[in-house]
């Protein structure tokens, strides 16, 4: 089945280490996020990439980095930069042809920083 | 720039219950609008969505309007269920850049 991956689902994290997440697609989708959700709270976007080998800041980049070498993963690091990385990931996917064209969303990543 | 305003909640409702949830967007040419569903501990599922002024999108009988004239893009439902116990997100999406803008979400409880 199509779908949109992350993982893991649950990720606990010392003070001062860095954390990767998975995101995996196999949509063939362009475009791909991360985005931020924080008890109560909306969505709050991390990173963007629309193709391979690029991809833009969002709202809140600071303290997070990513990677596109691959059109399928786009995994986000939590560097030990950011100062309150507990909160649930979501990374989502869409295609960029055509409109509306939805964004699909994987099961998300809860990061608990101990 | 675009963005999504939606009702705050939480709202609680009985079972069988009429549901509106308002939602009103902000965009600077002709947006797709969405609605999606949170389970909790979940990501998020699109519920309905609509591509242009009058489209009416609709699933699992929920609805929504896209009204270009007031800008806005409220959730409908005629008799609600326990399980539609949920946090309900408004988006927008220009035809453009493929950037999604959410509304903060709105937490519903059904009650039986």
Known sequence: ???????????FRKEGQNVTLSCEQNLNHDAMYWYRQDPGQG???IYYSQIVNDFQ???IAEGYSVSREKKESF???VTSAQKNPTAFYL???????GAATEAFFGQGTRLTVV | GDSVTQMEGPVTLSEEAFLTINCTYTATGYPSLFWYVQYPGEGLQLLLKATKADDKGSNKGFEATYRKETTS???EKGSVQVSDSAVYFCALSENTGNQFYFGTGTSLT???
């Open chain 1, 57 to 59: 800041k969002g709202d």
């Open chain 2, 110 to 112: 059904v009650i039986p």
């Open chain 2, 73 to 75: 893009f409220h959730l």
């Open chain 1, 91 to 97: 990374c989502a996917s869409s295609s960029i042809q």
């Open chain 1, 1 to 11: 089945d199509g779908g949109i991956t992350q993982s893991p689902k649950y990720l």
């Open chain 1, 43 to 45: 969505l709050r976007l």
């Open chain 1, 75 to 77: 995994p986000l690091t």
